[in-house]
């Protein structure tokens, strides 16, 4: 099957040019999550997963962030989708419908001649909406998003087969006969994800309607192909259009929408995975998770033991053998090479953060079904490392790739003329941070992450307040708020990088402690004002390629440490997906003693989170990549050990 990249597919490039209050609780009333207990009837949950998780989130609208960098970053997702008029989101859609629409059309990849049109504006829009609305609260978000539900709606009666997209249904006969066209159920995935959530978050049920009608006429298409037609067109990217019809499924309970979804399994990749084969070489990255996700779906909705194989293995494979010291994974867009294959893979579009999205999305599902911390290692890694630092704080615009070869930049979209899937992930990412930090099983807490935020748990009386300045701060404090005691056990993570570590209940010091990648349980009747103290110290350590010992990154803690050089111009940091292969500055070897490997660096006794080299060739400062925003940097280094 012929694989076109994205960019081909652009034919007006040129247009580019161009702290909430808490709301009351009601619980019971609206929907949660899907992959929780998806839908309530009568205040009774309903359930139709096969497979429970062994620990589960909170529904995020009893999560709120405090003061930080995930605040920042979610302030920033915020105003950027406040920026975005409803008129301009759906002038394309409008217009495929033979509707009038006098709004000015939006550019990148919702130019009204992008063949991905409508995949941010009637997809990703909703969903980071409804994200947004169950994270902070914002009634204007949602009221604007209600909106763009009702225009749409309208589109879709117009057409009336259930069809609903701002590109005409030829699209799909192009696909059908295998002719060249990008990736119609890609989008037709966004916008059903899109609806799905603005229902389930949202409790919007002209969405749900909406979304019903799209996956009948998804049905009809589908049900026209033969098995090996259908595998056919699945060779053209489809998103995750599976894991759509599965929560279709879950929150309907029509047995129907998982016989659809399972029109969308392509053997050709899940076999191998099944058998436990590393068949990823060749592969378009970002085309493929969103396929393991569903599996991943599936297996809960229908406890088939084969899908969690393969979304078990595949993970293992992505994580341990083709993911760089961010946690990303990709280069050009694709897994390239062999297993562990990773030093020949730098370049300026290493690392695509539709692929950190999307990996973080399944480690939720794996770190549910088992509770391993080591998922949460893996989830903390690529939150702290490639999705903080990917958007602007300045305006909310986002990343496309995250460059991992020494010596380039960061580059942004801009606002009304990019576009990118990695905008749309993007806006999803800032608008759900609240969704991991905490999850729970029947009688225990579970504290993933170290972020400034308060959950509340109605159903126990209580709640947590965590305060922390993490990762200026190596620790963080909990605080127990509530009516009455109550017992539980409460369990921290202990990361994988940590170094000693300790802690203290209410000023006392534990004995006991937990071994990193683990998680520390305290169980004990717990009362209102009760403090936890957990304290994290940090190191230096060497995240080295697994192919290649003498190319090396340097972490503090969970921290990926950039050599910061050159300020860039605003217009090299804007509207590219990438730096410009070839502009990359000459950056220093390292000379480095092979018995103590991060003995070229110190600490800045003046400066947070600061590093200087002592002993190289020039001198150079080292700080999070999380934090490098207009400036050329280096993650990796080429490293000449000596002995002494
Ligand atoms: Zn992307």
Redesign the pocket.
């Known amino acids: 099957m012929t694989q076109f990249s994205r960019r081909d597919f652009m034919t007006s490039a040129a247009v580019a040019a161009g702290a909430a209050l808490l709301p009351p609780l009601a619980l019971g009333t609206s929907p949660q999550d899907p992959v929780v207990n998806t839908t309530f009837k009568d205040d009774q949950p309903i359930s139709r997963e096969k497979v429970a998780w062994k620990v589960r989130p909170f529904p995020m609208k009893q999560v709120r962030l405090g003061e930080g960098a995930c605040k920042v970053a979610m302030e920033a997702d915020r105003q950027y989708l406040h920026a975005l008029p409803p008129d301009r989101l759906l002038h394309t859609f409008r217009i495929n419908a033979g509707l009038s629409s006098s709004a000015q059309p939006l550019g990148g990849w919702e130019a009204p001649d992008c063949e991905l049109r409508g995949h941010y504006a009637g997809g990703h829009y909703l969903s980071a909406c409804a994200l947004m609305y169950a994270s902070t609260g914002d009634e204007d978000l949602k009221n604007n998003a209600t909106k763009v539900v009702a225009e749409l709606g309208k589109c879709q009666a117009v057409v009336k087969s259930g069809y609903l997209s701002a590109f005409p249904v030829e699209f799909f006969d192009r696909l059908r006969e295998r002719q060249r066209v990008w990736a119609p159920f890609y989008t037709i995935h966004k916008i059903m994800a899109g609806l799905l959530d603005m229902y389930v978050y949202c409790g919007n049920q002209q969405a749900l309607d909406m979304v019903e009608k799209m996956a009948g006429w998804t049905a009809g298409y589908t049900g026209s192909l033969s098995y090996e037609h259908m595998q056919r067109v699945l060779g053209t990217e489809f998103g995750g259009m599976g894991e759509a019809l599965c929560n279709l499924y879950a929150v309907t309970g029509k047995d129907y929408y998982l016989e659809v979804a399972q029109r969308f399994d392509k053997k050709q990749f899940f076999d191998p995975l099944a058998a436990h084969r590393d068949e990823l070489k060749g592969l378009h990255v970002?085309t493929h998770i969103p396929q393991v996700i569903a599996a991943a779906r599936y297996y809960e909705l229908t406890g088939e033991r084969r899908y969690r194989d393969i979304a078990e293995y595949f993970w293992e494979e992505v994580v341990s053998e083709r993911s760089y010291c961010t946690g990303g994974t990709s280069n050009g867009e694709s897994w390239n090479t062999d297993p562990g294959k990773l030093s020949t893979e730098l370049g300026p579009s290493t690392t695509?953060?539709?692929c950190a999205y999307n990996m973080m999305k399944l480690t939720r599902h794996l770190f549910g079904w088992s509770a391993d911390a080591r998922f949460m290692d893996y989830y903390e890694r690529t939150l702290l490392n490639h999705r903080l630092g990917t958007i602007n704080p300045e305006d909310g615009t986002m990343m496309?790739y995250l460059p991992l070869a020494s010596g380039y930049w960061k580059t942004f979209g801009k606002p009304f003329d990019s576009l990118?899937?990695?905008t749309g992930?993007g806006s999803e990412e800032y608008a759900k941070l609240t969704d991991t930090i905490y999850f729970h099983d029947d009688d225990s807490l579970f504290v993933n992450l170290y972020i400034d935020s308060q959950v509340q748990w109605p159903e126990k009386g209580l709640g947590v307040r965590q305060e922390t300045r993490f990762p200026e701060e190596r620790g963080t404090t909990l605080t127990i708020v509530g009516k009455s005691p109550t017992q539980l056990s409460i369990n921290l993570r202990i990361p994988y990088w940590v170094e000693g570590g300790s802690v203290k209940i209410n000023g006392a010091a534990l004995p006991a402690f937990a071994s990193p990648g683990s998680y520390l349980t305290l169980n004990r009747v717990w009362k209102p004002g009760d403090k936890i103290e957990l304290s994290l110290p940090m190191a230096l350590h060497i995240d080295a390629m697994p192919d290649d010992e003498t190319i090396q990154a340097v972490m503090y803690g969970p921290l990926v440490l950039a050599g910061r050089f050159e300020e860039v111009t605003r217009d090299m940091s804007y509207g590219d997906y990438e730096p410009k292969a070839g502009d990359q500055r000459k950056v220093p070897e390292i000379s480095a003693n092979s018995a103590k490997p991060t003995a070229w660096i110190e600490p800045d006794a003046t400066r947070p989170l600061t590093f200087q080299a002592v002993g190289q060739s020039q001198p150079l400062t080292l700080i999070p990549l999380n934090r490098v925003i207009h400036e050329r940097y280096a993650v990796y280094w080429k490293v000449n050990s000596r002995s002494v």
């Open positions: 970002n695509e953060c539709c496309y990118w899937c990695c992930t």
